[in-house]
């Protein structure tokens, strides 16, 4: 795979899991406010937040992608082909 196709899968997986995390907690804020809803609610709202947190674990994979972007294009002496 390219880096930059790898990239845009971190960036959707990173915003879905964001997504899913807000999305869970305004399900158990919704369920937490209707007695209507019963247990479900709490399933549901658990489950979206437990599927986002996996989801948004690429970020910090993404954030090192860019530090080291940022670090190779300020220091130009040091690359890994110098050293032997």
Do not use: C
């Not at 964001?18 to 709490?42: C, E, K, P, Q, S």
């Amino acid at each position: 795979m390219e880096k930059a196709t790898q990239v845009k899968l971190l960036k959707i997986a990173m915003i879905t899991g964001i997504t899913l995390i807000l999305l869970g907690h305004v399900v158990l804020a919704v369920t937490i406010g209707n007695d209507d809803i019963d247990f479900r609610g709490y399933i549901l709202g658990a489950a979206m937040n437990a599927v986002g947190v996996i989801l948004s674990l690429p970020t910090k994979i993404y954030l090192t992608l860019v530090l080291m972007e940022k670090e190779e294009k300020s220091n130009k002496n040091t690359h890994w082909s110098d050293i032997n």
